[in-house]
């Protein structure tokens, strides 16, 4: 039995969910997302609230009937106030830029690295950080991963694009490097 699966989800007066066969239709103030649901799951729709059920003991169906409620809560928080990954460019020289909807960063390479988002994706940069936001939650970590992966923070000195918040564990360098005595690492 899953308990984040039997969680009953609120919905705000802002939002409306429409259902048409096995599609439910999630709409808010800052657009609308659309989930099928799978064979085997039900949703009950109250005044203000949704619950979904699961129909079977089927593993597989249990296992789906929590991950479609995180979804669906995703998708209400998603359209109401929006979804935000913040990254920062640490290096020096290093920089990104919003041209258009494109995202251009300048990060060592010999060329600048142009990032274009997905639909429903939207990027700002203000003071060497990246914020990526969007109403899919998916889409957004997404997102905010791929671009991470295009220069990940190196250990040695920690250069390279993390998420705000993220500790990086530096690595000693060569003794010589950090001061060590001379033959002291053989």
Known sequence: MSRIGNAIITIPKEVTIAKDGNTLVVKGPKGELSYAIPYGLSVNMGDATLEVVCKSSDKAKKALHGYMRAELANAVTGVTKGWTKTLELSGVGYRSVVEGTNLVLTIGFSHPVVV???PGIAFSVNE???????IDKQK???????????????????????????????????????????????
């Open 116 to 118: 274009t988002p997905s």
């Open 128 to 134: 060497g950080k990246i914020v990526v936001s969007g």
């Open 140 to 186: 957004v970590g997404q997102t905010a991963a791929s671009i991470r992966e295009i220069k990940k923070p190196e250990p040695y000195k920690g250069k390279g694009i993390k998420y705000v918040g993220e500790y990086i564990r530096k690595k000693a360098g060569k003794a010589k490097a950090v001061g060590g005595a001379p033959g002291a690492a053989k």
